[in-house]
């Protein structure tokens, strides 16, 4: 879906005529214009003067050249593109600005072969910035929120499950010590019975390093307890996130949601390169096209831009931001390992990241001050990213 509107820039006929054409689907403009013979005449006049300030002819000085040698050293078609480039790069600012146009990258511009006396025509395609208009995200968040005091436990039916896991790795192990082939061993610990299984007592506690298997089974408790606090918080976070998506209203260039199409196929690639896997075998085995993958990426990939948006855009009205003394430590740590990367890239990468999780842990706070009056904050912008 797109539309379209005519104007011109300046209020008489030797101003600019220009046509724009907005893509919403792509959230993109496309504007076209055409900048009248008089002022390309002008703008080819000042080219000249440009190139004779430089310009080494034989029997002139730089700078003393008359118009006609300039012309005929470099050529009316030299001067004339010269001449457009810099119309252009003058001319397009000013409608983008005349329009209200936010965009958020240079535009791809495409200028038409210019001819002396005749009106230059040119078009420039550029992303426009989000429109995010956010959910009640504070609303959100509470609805997901787990209620007060009411924690999560590991019941005895999981614990004695741990430990009869435990006991069969224990036999798996003794096997493999004892000559046991690592397949064969994995199939025979498998089969034995539960109570043929060996027994996880002090002796057994001791060699791993606690107390006694008292300890041991407290801390197996504990670490039980604390995956399942990891997995209910990564359960709640996709939840609320999917509500923010569902519920905000966000307009955004087709162009972020390439960006984590591409980011999902370098990650990929990485993935089976570590698997000793080629793209080619991968699309084999799964039956598919590259087309049909990216086909199956596309809602995933227009949920991860939205995602990116509310959660930049969270940060924006709540003000939040990473330490300062924590970004820097961690911008330390990860140059020891990211040796290549450029410092202000890794910074921007992991501040990114720090920010994000500000914000989610912001939505999780279980208080009254998260519900306090969201109407009374900016809830719509335009934002550049």
């Known amino acids: 879906m797109s539309d379209e509107t005519k104007t011109k820039v300046g209020n008489n006929p030797r101003e600019t005529t220009v046509k724009i054409t907005r893509d919403a689907e792509r959230w993109e403009v496309l504007v076209e214009a055409e ?10 006049e000042h080219a000249v003067k440009e190139i004779q300030k ?25 001067i004339l593109r010269r001449a457009a480039e810099d119309a252009v790069q003058r001319e397009l600012p000013e409608i983008l600005a005349s329009q209200k146009l936010p965009i958020v990258e240079t535009p791809h511009v495409n200028i038409n072969a210019p ?24 609303v959100i ?15 005895d ?10 006991k069969r790795e224990r036999a798996r192990i003794e096997k493999v010590e004892a000559g046991k082939k690592p397949a ?75 960006y984590e199409i591409n ?6 690639k990485d993935d089976l390169a570590g698997a000793g896997m080629t793209l080619e075998t991968y699309l084999a085995q799964m039956k598919k096209t590259w087309e049909q993958i990216l086909a199956e ?23 939040i931001e990473p330490d300062e003394e924590a970004l820097k430590q961690e911008v330390e740590h990860a140059k020891k390992h990211y040796k290549d990367a450029t410092p202000e890239a890794l910074r921007a990468h992991i501040a990114h990241a720090m920010r994000n999780e500000a914000v989610l842990k912001f939505l999780e706070k279980n208080d009254d001050s998260i519900a306090s009056e969201f109407d009374s904050k900016d809830k719509s912008a335009t934002i550049s990213v």
Do not use: C
């Not at 968040?141 to 019941?155: Q, R």
């Not at 060996?198 to 995956?227: C, Q, W």
């Open 184 to 258: 064969e061993a994995a199939e025979e610990a498998k089969a034995i019975g539960e109570k043929d299984l060996p027994e996880l007592d002090d002796e057994f506690a001791i060699s791993i390093g606690y107390e006694s298997i008292a300890h041991f089974h407290t801390k197996v408790r504990e670490n039980m307890k604390t995956e399942k606090e990891r997995q209910a918080k990564d359960v709640r976070r996709q939840a609320i996130i999917e509500d923010l998506v569902k519920n905000s209203k966000i307009s955004y260039p087709a162009i972020l949601r390439e």
């Open 35 to 44: 900048i009248p013979a008089g002022i390309i005449l002008t703008y080819r």
């Open 297 to 319: 990426w596309k809602a995933p990939s227009d949920a991860r831009a939205k995602t990116r948006l509310i959660l930049g855009e969270i940060a924006r009205v709540e003000k």
């Open 54 to 78: 430089t310009a080494k002819i034989d029997g002139f000085r730089p700078g003393h050249a008359p118009e006609s040698e300039i012309i005929r050293v470099y050529g009316e078609p030299a």
């Open 141 to 155: 968040a509470k609805k997901h929120l787990p209620a007060k005091g009411k924690g999560l436990e590991v019941s």
């Open 263 to 268: 980011e999902m196929e370098a990650r990929l």
């Open 157 to 166: 039916e999981e614990h004695a499950k741990a430990m009869t896991h435990l």
């Open 115 to 138: 001819e002396r006396g005749m009106p230059l025509t040119f078009s420039a395609r550029a992303a426009l910035a989000p429109e995010i208009k956010l959910a009640d995200y504070k």
